[in-house]
């Protein structure tokens, strides 16, 4: 989110960009995710661990992509915004970035290196899952306040999708360890960072009570209880 506060009146007389450009992309994605998903299932072997695996991570990318959808179609109208165009291009990229990992796809040739990326990915996926089924229709892309959740994963930390996909894209690295997947990894973590201080930025303005809940929760990790070893 951004330096400034846009009201929700001079939001709701234009078009709202951010539907138009995801809802289109997301459920191109999804297709492509139910058509692999289907493939994938047609030949899994149940006694095999890794197919199994696969199949799972696959299916969480399906319920991904089916609750960004239809969260972006019902969610809440926002309270404010950000007023930068940074906060709103950094969402993008943010969003986008992982994709670019395509590029270096050739994967590593190593059995084990690629059961363990299986894992990760699949557990950094179903992380995001249940942190998006608490954020629901306070979910967006763009920087903007709704509803301040502090339910499920955000008892304890502000940005638990972002946690989520830093464990599942650190996942997919590790399928094609090289030192352009290492350079990206770290290029999402700095935009992403960037996106959760400019969302906090206008989630304090829109509530008050936003700064007493960063003294209770963390960023990307949980806080310590000062009482403990008091």
Known sequence: MGDGVSN???????????????????????????????????????????????????????????????LLLSRRPSKASAGSRVATWAAYLGTFTPFLLLVNADPVRSRELTGASIVVITVGLGFSVYSLTYLGRSFGVVPRARELVRTGPYRYV?????????ISFAGA???????????????????????????????????????????ESGRFVPRVPTSIGA
């Open 158 to 166: 502000r940005h638990p999708l972002y946690v989520g996909e830093f």
């Open 173 to 215: 690295v590790m399928a094609v360890l090289s030192p352009y997947g290492i350079a990206l990894f770290v290029f999402f973590v700095l935009v992403q960072s960037f996106r959760a201080t400019q969302e906090e930025g206008v989630l304090k303005e829109a509530f008050p009570e936003y700064e007493a809940y960063m003294a």
């Open 8 to 70: 929700h009146e001079t939001q709701t007389r234009g078009l709202d960009t951010e539907r138009l450009v995801l809802v289109p992309v997301l459920s191109l994605l999804l297709l492509a995710s139910v058509a692999d998903l289907w493939s994938r299932s047609s030949g899994t072997d149940v006694s095999d661990a890794s197919s199994t695996l696969t199949a799972v991570d696959q299916l969480l990318r399906v319920c991904f992509y089916v609750l960004m959808v239809t």
